[in-house]
């Protein structure tokens, strides 16, 4: 099954910066639409932003202006760029592929705290 995995998480103080990279196996990737999640400890997971083949981007209001999604399909990674981190960012981030095709990753850990 192909699968996906993330890193680049960490502890950042508020107002700091992360770049979170996802990588995924196989040979399919630059025909997919990709996504980044997020979960909150005892929530459901969020959307965050996604990323058509063609370089659409959509980002949820709660990142809108602070997060950049990018990919790079000959490297089947996907990125997030993420800026003016706040507490409320803190959560363990996912990528996938819009339809879920890919087996979950570990997921990266964010968290934000002075």
């Known amino acids: 099954q192909m699968s996906v995995e993330e890193s680049g998480g960490g502890l950042v103080q508020p107002g700091g910066s992360l770049t979170l990279s996802c990588v995924a196996s196989g040979n399919m990737f630059s025909m997919y639409t990709m996504v980044w999640y997020r979960q909150h400890s005892g929530r459901q997971r969020e959307l965050v932003a996604s990323?058509?083949?063609?370089?659409?981007?959509h980002y949820a209001d709660f990142v809108k202006g602070r997060f950049t999604i990018s990919r790079d399909n000959d490297k089947s990674t996907l990125f997030l760029q993420m800026n003016k981190l706040e507490p409320e960012d803190t959560a363990v981030y996912y990528c996938?592929?819009?339809?879920?095709?890919?087996?979950w990753g570990p997921g990266t850990q964010v968290t934000v705290a002075s």
């Open positions: 996938n592929q819009l339809l879920h095709r890919y087996a």
């Open positions: 990323i058509t083949i063609g370089g659409t981007t």
